[in-house]
T-cell receptor, first 115, second 114 residues
Framework: AQSVTQLDSHVSVSEGTPVLLRCNYS??????LFWYVQHPNKGLQLLLK??????LVKGINGFEAEFKKSETSFHLTKPSAHMSDAAEYFC?????????????FGAGTRLFVKA | DAGVTQSPTHLIKTRGQHVTLRCSPI?????VSWYQQVLGQGPQFIFQ???????GRGNFPDRFSARQFPNYSSELNVNALLLGDSALYLC?????????????FGEGSWLTVV
């Protein structure tokens, strides 16, 4: 079985400062992990994904995430926040589930960026 | 190329009615999955279909059903609508069903049950 926990429901940063959005996962199998972003009234856009290759994954818009198996974590970071980064971020795990596959979303982290 | 398209974008239904939501995957994608996103929460997995067969089901009642057609498009049906079914319904497609495949989402169908 898989599960994903986003440790912060809200994160507030100032423009130009680093961003850290935390995600812990649980999986009986080697997981595939994703980060998606959802801007207000928009669909979900893929930021990056981990699929058992390099543990440090680089995504779009300067975001990156590091897969740490020992800590079962997949935290999302960005060195310098921009106003346009304000959105809802979802950590996602996919994997085998009873004859098929299942996709599990975290509850989301709302990122606020202050000018 | 067109992305995942969903219809209708918005609809209002009355309690007890039935609704059908439609989804066209990205061309060449054979896997379609459905999610329910209640306001303020993360999307919840409802179904996954691959090659017209159900391959995964989330914890939703039997009032929810879906199917995938030979052209890989899909329908989500919800019977006997409840107020709590009001949500954004997202469809996603991927090339194949393997867990490492990127899932591409549509803009969703906003369902309001009154």
């Amino acid at each position: 079985a898989q599960s994903v926990t986003q440790l912060d429901s809200h994160v507030s940063v100032s423009e130009g400062t680093p961003v850290l959005l935390r995600c812990n996962y649980s999986s009986s199998y080697s997981p595939s992990l994703f980060w998606y972003v959802q801007h207000p009234n928009k669909g979900l856009q893929l930021l990056l994904k981990y699929t058992s290759a390099a543990t440090l994954v680089k995504g779009i818009n300067g975001f990156e995430a590091e897969f740490k198996k020992s800590e079962t974590s997949f935290h999302l970071t960005k060195p310098s926040a921009h106003m346009s980064d304000a959105a809802e971020y979802f950590c996602v795990v996919t994997g085998p589930h009873t004859g098929g596959f299942k996709t599990i979303f975290g509850a989301g982290t709302r990122l606020f960026v202050k000018a | 190329d067109a992305g995942v398209t969903q219809s209708p974008t918005h609809l209002i239904k009355t309690r007890g009615q039935h609704v059908t939501l439609r989804c066209s995957p990205i061309s060449g994608h054979k896997s379609v999955s459905w999610y329910q996103q209640v306001l303020g929460q993360g999307p919840q997995f409802i179904f996954q279909y691959y090659e017209k067969e159900e391959r995964g089901r989330g914890n939703f009642p039997d009032r929810f059903s879906a199917r995938q057609f030979p052209n890989y498009s899909s329908e989500l049906n919800v019977n006997a609508l409840l107020l709590g079914d009001s949500a954004l319904y997202l469809c996603a497609s991927s090339l194949v069903e393997f867990s490492g495949n990127t899932i591409y989402f549509g803009e969703g169908s906003w369902l309001t049950v009154v």
